[in-house]
Nanobody
Framework: VQLQASGGGLVQAGGSLRLSCAAS????????IGWFRQTPGKEREFVAA????????YYSDSVKGRFTISRDNAKNTVYLQMNSLKPEDTAVYYC??????????????????WGQGTLVTVSA
């Protein structure tokens, strides 16, 4: 599976962005799709995840209620709708695909495929 992330940009606090993660080769079927983010000097942080089979969703506490992960079957694309953005949401956002067990879906290691990252900057 090859992943292409897009949709990052500069937005003011309180604004919204929608990130996209498209599978340019292969399919998301049987995978979990995760969004992670990273800032300089920090470890990659879990944001949200979605299991293609079954449709279960998972969110970090820091984004719950503000971010929504969803999919478009026809386009083989997963979206991350980000609302009420805060300056602390500023990071490079990565999408990833893998087959983590339920207990590991919020950790980056089980994800074997990663997109190139898209920068989100939230100004105060």
């Amino acid at each position: 599976v090859q992943l292409q992330a897009s949709g990052g940009g500069l937005v003011q606090a309180g604004g919204s962005l929608r990130l996209s993660c498209a599978a340019s080769e292969g399919s998301f079927r049987s995978y979990a799709i995760g969004w992670f983010r990273q800032t300089p000097g920090k470890e990659r942080e879990f944001v949200a995840a979605f299991r293609w089979s079954g449709g279960s969703t998972y969110y970090s506490d820091s984004v719950k209620g503000r971010f929504t992960i969803s999919r478009d079957n026809a386009k083989n694309t997963v979206y991350l709708q980000m609302n009420s953005l805060k300056p602390e949401d500023t990071a490079v956002y990565y999408c990833a695909a893998g087959r983590p067990i339920i207990g590991a879906i919020m950790t980056p290691n089980p994800y074997g495929y990663w997109g190139q990252g898209t920068l989100v900057t939230v100004s105060a």
